[in-house]
C-alpha cells in the first residue's frame, strides 16, 4: 500500500458525495455503510478505510472501485504494469476463459468493468490494476503469479506479486475491533464461520453460472 494523507482520501469521499448532492445518511442507506462511520472518515477520525468499505462506498456511489482504491493508496499501478508480462498476460487469459467458458460479458460482470475493458485486456493489455489482476485470477481459477506472467505454474507463486493475507489467520492473531468495539476469541469465531458459508455459497452460485 502507498503511503497517502488520510486527509486526502477523506476529502476525495466527501466531494464525490456532494456532488451528488447526498448526505451522510443518504449515501449510507446506499452504501451499507454506518452514517457514523462515513463521518469518521469524511472528518479524517478514522484514517484510510479498509478495501472492502471502500468497496461497499464504491458501489452506493456508482464509481470505479479502483479509482477509489488508487486515491487511498492502495494500487501502484505503473508498479504493477511495469511487471506483468503483457503477452503472457492475454494469452494465458484467454485461455483461461476458453477453458471455463467465460464470455467476455461475464468477465466484464465479475470484475464490475466494461465489456470494452476485458476486449482490451485481451489483445494489448495495459493499465492493469492489481484488482484487476485478481479479479481475473480468481476467476479462471489460476494464481494471480501465473496470470501476470511471474511464474509457468498455475496454481504457484512467486515474490514478484502482493501476496493476500489470510482472513482467518489475520484474525486469529491480531487485535480487530468492528464499528469500534473490540472483538473476542467467540466474535472472531462466528465471523470466520459466517465468512466460510458466505464464501463457499458464493462460489457454487457462480459455478452454477
Not at 25 to 31: D, I, K
Not at 105 to 125: N, T, W
Request: proline content about 4%.
Amino acid at each position: 500500500m502507498n503511503k497517502v494523507n488520510d486527509n486526502q482520501f477523506a476529502e476525495y469521499l466527501k466531494q464525490l458525495r456532494e456532488t451528488k448532492n447526498w448526505t451522510v445518511n443518504q449515501l449510507a442507506l446506499r452504501s451499507g455503510v454506518s452514517p457514523a462511520q462515513i463521518s469518521r472518515i469524511e472528518n479524517g477520525k478514522r484514517g484510510v478505510p479498509r478495501p472492502e468499505t471502500i468497496k461497499k462506498l464504491s458501489e452506493g456511489l456508482g464509481e470505479s472501485y479502483e479509482e477509489m482504491m488508487k486515491v487511498a493508496g492502495y494500487f501502484d499501478e505503473e508498479e504493477i504494469n511495469n511487471q506483468i508480462n503483457s503477452l503472457l498476460f492475454s494469452q494465458r487469459l484467454k485461455e483461461g476463459m476458453n477453458q471455463t467458458n467465460i464470455s467476455i460479458e461475464d468477465a466484464a460482470e465479475y470484475c464490475r468493468v466494461r465489456v470494452s475493458k476485458i476486449q482490451e485486456l485481451l489483445s494489448s493489455p495495459k493499465d492493469v490494476s492489481e484488482s484487476m489482476l485478481y479479479d481475473l485470477a480468481s476467476l479462471i481459477h489460476v494464481t494471480p503469479d501465473y496470470l501476470g506472467g511471474f511464474t509457468d505454474d498455475p496454481t504457484g507463486f512467486s515474490s514478484n506479486t502482493p501476496k493476500p493475507l489470510e482472513i482467518t489467520e489475520f484474525l486469529r492473531k491480531h487485535e480487530v475491533m468492528f464499528q469500534g468495539i473490540p472483538l473476542n476469541g467467540e466474535d472472531k469465531q462466528k465471523i470466520e464461520d459466517v465468512l466460510t458459508g458466505l464464501f463457499w455459497n458464493i462460489k457454487e452460485q457462480k459455478q452454477k453460472r
